[in-house]
């Protein structure tokens, strides 16, 4: 059964009016998400969502803060990594590290796309896809400024697209890797074997599509050779290795099965504090500049999740799943990967994980089947601006410095990049015994 087979099946259920209106509120919420109405904040339509839920009965208050207390991991990992990300750059340690890549660049522009492509893989690998976008982001914006480049978009494209692209090279390069496979998490050797060749595709097919792109913007670049070694200064190197002893801590964290959230928001505290403590102030102003309406939204998108569960759809995935499954295992397994990279960024990637998680745990499907689905979360939203949480960080951390990309720019480029890395990963995945 191939991805339209599964839809169908999953729609052809007769739906209480009460789900439809659940349903029916979900996707206006997102779609709010999506496209920004009025220019308000994303935060502003997923929270009224919930609040409708909750407002017209249904999704009961309780339940709707149950929802709410199950992204509590999510919200520790995001303001570690954000005040780790906003103490790093008041501290220069972006414009230190912006200057290295624009002395290793020696005048090419194309040049300075690889560094800063390879450069994000690292990152998205070892201190997840979300610290991509937050952390790299301001770095690769400095690089740019430092080089005099005139369109800095290509090298923030980077950004956003390695951070799914990358995302599945080992569990904690996505949260929602732990939430696809929650307590039956393959060993770290076993993801390895089964997910090394597929990430390789998807980082390789990611940067030639986005290389072939943003050829002609890049010819017309011109990157300055004269930059500065300028010095780091104590705190700016507390900033780096709490960075670096925050990926140890992460690393350490996924190899023994802990969430991530604790660990992150402690040391990325931690290092907050001792610098504020060297430095004898400057609190305030770091509270000021972290992006903290990104927990409402993710509050948000929880209940809205929670509410879509209340309505039965997990019971129908899973079966559908299940059926699909054990009848063509290798069709399921596309179809799958398919359909979930493509709801991603219908709902956003971070609910769509929840549901398809909890579908691949109570359906007890193939490896294949699972693997499928969880490249399909994690690929799947480099199709649309608001597909995955990280996308939508890397959108407020481009705002900050006064740029844009509007949900159809990031569409047409969408279209083009992000197919070839999932069908090339999907077959990777089918290719290994």
Known sequence: MGASGLASHILVSTVPGAHLATWGIAALATLGVILRPFAWPEAVWAVLGAAALVALGLIAPASAWAGVLKGTDVY??????????????KEGLFDWLAGIAVRQARGSATRLFTLVYLVGVVVTVFLSNDACAVVLTPAVFAATQAAR?????PYLLICAFIANAASFVLPISNPANLVVYAAHMPPLSEWLARFALPSLLAVAATYVVLRLTQRRVLAAQTVATDVAAAPLS????LAGLGIVATAGVLIAASAYGRDLGPPTFVAGLATTL???AIRRGGLVAVAKDVSWSVLPLVAGLFVLV???ARTGVLGMLSDALKGAAATAPAEAAWGAGVLVAL???AVNNLPAGLIAGAAVQASDVSERVAGAILIGIDIGPNLSVT?????ILWLTAIRREGLDVG??????LGILVMPPALLLALGGLLLVP
């Open 274 to 276: 001792i610098v504020l």
């Open 149 to 153: 480049v005139e369109n800095p978009l």
């Open 306 to 308: 929670e509410a879509l």
């Open 407 to 412: 949900a159809w720019s990031f569409l047409k």
């Open 234 to 237: 104590g705190t700016g190197k």
């Open 387 to 391: 597909g995955s949480l990280a996308t």
């Open 76 to 89: 520790l990992f995001l303001v570690g990594m954000m005040l780790l990300s906003e103490i790093a750059r």
């Open 343 to 345: 709801v991603s960024n």
